[in-house]
T-cell receptor
Framework: DAGVIQSPRHEVTEMGQEVTLRCKPI?????LFWYRQTMMRGLELLIY????????DSGMPEDRFSAKMPNASFSTLKIQPSEPRDSAVYFC???????????FGSGTQLSVL | GESVGLHLPTLSVQEGDNSIINCAYS??????FIWYKQESGKGPQFIID?????DKRQGQRVTVLLNKTVKHLSLQIAATQPGDSAVYFC???????????FGIGTKLQVIP
């Protein structure tokens, strides 16, 4: 299994630009999670989906952040407009049904200048 | 609780010695705990888990201990190796709910 695949690995953009992060979960996993990691706040859960449906988005910081899961094999996290304080590593993780064990991707390092 | 801080706690251990990484949790309703290992430039990786109806669980070279009375969790690594150098996170959830909360992390440095 290829594991959770995230793209891009690195993203450098200017303030105000739209940023789209992509994730392909492990085949057969029915839950998908987006996390953000910073030195100041550690790992924060932004949103998670069960069977492509958003269950809890209370961690999404602002309306500038949105996430979609159009099918079982793809999810996006979009920031529009981006700001320097959004700079962080964004992780996608997936888990099988009825299992809290998370399988993480390698993350996207986002730098907003 | 919240994971806030600029500097991770660091544990330095001589290669071959045993390591003990500690974690305190605040939610008494937490009933499932996981330890993750994060190497530089990678995502966290599952190491071992434990349910609240247990107080000890052993894996390969790793042991997790749970003390619900004082809300404390520890990860013991036997015969620590250079490849064990990483940041270790404890995480917890409750009631089968998949909202996993991560601790601040501890950086383990193995001295060759």
């Amino acid at each position: 299994d290829a594991g959770v695949i995230q793209s891009p690995r690195h993203e450098v953009t200017e303030m105000g630009q739209e940023v789209t992060l992509r994730c392909k979960p492990i085949s057969g996993h029915n839950s998908l999670f987006w996390y953000r990691q910073t030195m100041m706040r550690g790992l924060e859960l932004l949103i998670y989906f069960n069977n492509n449906v958003p269950i809890d988005d209370s961690g999404m910081p602002e309306d500038r952040f949105s996430a979609k899961m159009p099918n079982a094999s793809f999810s996006t996290l979009k920031i529009q407009p981006s700001e320097p304080r959004d700079s962080a590593v964004y992780f996608c993780a997936s888990s099988p049904a009825g299992n809290e064990k998370l399988f993480f991707g390698s993350g996207t390092q986002l730098s907003v200048l | 609780g919240e994971s806030v801080g600029l500097h991770l706690p660091t544990l330095s251990v001589q290669e071959g010695d045993n390591s003990i990484i500690n974690c305190a949790y605040s939610n008494s309703a937490s009933d499932y705990f996981i330890w993750y290992k994060q190497e530089s430039g990678k995502g966290p990786q599952f190491i071992i888990d434990i349910r609240s109806n247990m107080d000890k669980r052993q894996g390969q070279r790793v042991t997790v201990l749970l003390n619900k009375t004082v809300k404390h969790l520890s990860l013991q690594i036997a015969a620590t190796q250079p490849g064990d150098s990483a940041v270790y996170f404890c995480a917890g959830t409750s009631g089968g709910y998949q909202k996993v909360t991560f601790g601040i992390g501890t950086k383990l440095q193995v001295i060759p």
